[in-house]
């Protein structure tokens, strides 16, 4: 079974940019969409985006369409969460997943998941 590790996780100010980076390790990679959600204090567990193997990407929430970018190089096992223009309420744990398709990894069910990654966005 795949198993996915989350980096690159800090704290930044509003307005600044991280990269996450999750490297999917074990099994067979290629079966699975990737997506990112995120968790805040205190908050139900948000779906954010995600992409499949070939490289087509959704995002399951309109709060980060134009800010938050997801791509993959799948030499290398490893998708990406590139995070711009950071807002307080941005902060959370970042968990990376691995599902079978969109809808699937959508609906959390029978997801993998990495161990998840904090950002922290001051004001």
């Known amino acids: 079974q795949v198993q996915l590790a989350e980096s690159g996780g800090g704290l930044v100010q509003a307005g600044g940019s991280l990269r996450l980076s999750c490297v999917a390790s074990?099994?067979?990679?290629?079966?699975?969409?990737l997506g990112w959600f995120r968790q805040a204090p205190g908050k139900e567990r948000e779906a954010l985006l995600a992409?499949?193997?070939?490289?087509?990407?959704?995002y399951y929430t309109e709060s980060v369409r134009g800010r938050f970018i997801v791509s993959r190089d799948n030499a290398k096992n490893t998708v990406y969460l590139q995070m711009n223009s950071l807002k307080p309420e941005d902060t959370a744990v970042y968990y990376c997943?691995?599902?079978?398709?969109?809808?699937?990894?959508?609906?959390?069910?029978?997801?993998?998941w990495g161990q998840g990654t904090q950002v922290t966005v001051s004001s």
């Open positions: 074990g099994g067979t990679p290629s079966n699975y969409a």
């Open positions: 992409i499949s193997w070939s490289g087509a990407s959704t």
């Open positions: 997943a691995a599902g079978l398709n969109f809808g699937v990894l959508h609906s959390s069910k029978g997801n993998i």
